[in-house]
């Protein structure tokens, strides 16, 4: 089931599938958040605002807006 990666729960693992629009595209591919890749949402701040999430093997902090400008669909924890 697709859903925004804003509203994976801390723990869980998901696999990028889209970007809601082409603006945030080219930032969000520099950081290693492109389509097929897994991500691990590893923290959320007390308030929702950022999200603190593992991908291509490096920890990334998100702003609650760019995250919920990613599409995913949650996978199976990875061994």
Not at 23 to 49: R, S, T
Not at 53 to 75: F, K, N, P, Q
Request: glycine share 6%; charged share 25%; net charge negative.
């Amino acid at each position: 089931m697709k859903k925004r990666l804003s509203e994976v729960r801390v723990g869980k693992y998901a696999v990028i599938t889209a970007f809601e629009n082409d603006d945030i595209f080219l930032k969000l591919m520099e950081m290693g958040c492109i389509p097929g890749e897994i991500v691990k949402i590893d923290q959320i701040a007390p308030l929702g605002d950022p999200i603190s999430i593992t991908v291509a093997g490096y920890h990334l902090s998100l702003r609650l807006d760019e995250a919920e400008m990613i599409w995913v669909e949650e996978t199976a924890v990875i061994a």
